[in-house]
């Protein structure tokens, strides 16, 4: 009978344990589904803040306009550049142009909330490579920018804004962002 009791015993212990490591492992997904949860609510959160910075182009595509629609100020703007893309039937024609401010440089240290500041766009060169005929334009400004919680972000034109963590290596300067002609 004693053999009988302990082997009860045994198969009672092994089902608590297996139940013990079952609840724990439950937990533990549980835990990490919510934290994931919790980090895409908090980058999306970041990201809704980042999305509150607009730039458009002037309808004669010499002049971008940069609005902070946020709350809060933003910092180190930078108007990289403007990306003009032609389509026409005989395929897309890309343009990437550098802006030039009336005070020579191409950034802003702080623009507060409300605020907006304008960049010319030089479309001098370039566009006397481009033929006539149908054409519809796509221009999308290039900015990266400071939030006020001092996270780094990019955006272009209309695009989702992306954060950016290496600095070096995700922003090109703007003085580097020369106008360059690439057919598809």
Not at 20 to 31: G, K, L, M, P, Q
Not at 116 to 138: F, N, R, S, W
Request: glycine share 6%.
């Amino acid at each position: 009978m004693t053999d009988l009791w302990d082997a009860l015993s045994a198969v009672g212990t092994c089902a608590a344990t297996v139940v013990a490591v079952a609840i724990a492992t439950f937990d533990s997904r549980r835990n990490r589904r919510k934290e994931s949860e919790q980090r895409l609510e908090e980058t999306d959160r970041e990201k809704e803040k980042a999305r509150t910075v607009i730039a458009e182009v002037d309808h004669d595509l010499t002049k971008a306009h940069v609005s902070n629609f946020g709350a809060s100020p933003i910092l180190n703007l930078e108007v990289l550049g403007a990306q003009i893309t032609i389509t026409r039937e005989s395929g897309d024609q890309e343009f990437h142009y550098r802006p030039r401010c009336e005070r020579g440089q191409y950034g802003w240290q702080v623009v507060g909330p409300g605020q907006h500041v304008t960049a010319k766009i030089d479309l001098e060169q370039g566009l006397v490579h481009v033929t006539p005929g149908p054409e519809i334009y796509d221009v999308m400004i290039d900015v990266v920018f400071t939030d006020a919680d001092g996270r780094i972000w990019k955006r272009l034109g209309d695009n989702q804004p992306e954060r950016v963590t290496d600095v070096e290596r995700q922003v090109p300067r703007a003085d580097t962002y020369r106008s360059r002609n690439r057919p598809h």
